[in-house]
């Protein structure tokens, strides 16, 4: 038993440690590159953005669909490319937080009694 909890404390010193090192290079970044939590008036002025189109796109979703071709059309293949970087990291974070949540990686657990097919 003194073996496992000698290598519970290891993984325990290793754990503490490393959140240390986590938070001391996030507070590094987070100084060296100006970064700051968003006013009040930035916040409503996204959101004030986000409404505004969203009306612009119910009341003329044809015009609004035009011009997302027309943007779509006028993009770089290196801005494609950025993209579609930007895309593929989502969607893994996405599966990552997905297989993390359900403790597995395909399907969901199954809890409660099993059903038994005949």
Known sequence: IS???TKAQGFFNQ???WTKVTVE???QIYIREGLAPPSVAE???VYQGLYKKALEFAAQPK??????????????????LRFGAYFI???????????IGRRQIVGYPSFGP?????
């Open 43 to 45: 916040i409503q002025q």
């Open 3 to 5: 073996q496992y909890i």
């Open 114 to 118: 099993k059903e038994h097919h005949h």
């Open 25 to 27: 290079v996030s507070k």
């Open 15 to 17: 754990a503490i440690y």
């Open 89 to 99: 990291q989502i969607v893994g974070l996405f599966s990552l937080g997905e297989i």
């Open 63 to 80: 015009t609004s669909a035009d011009g997302l071709i027309k943007v779509a059309k006028s993009l770089s293949k290196e801005e494609y």
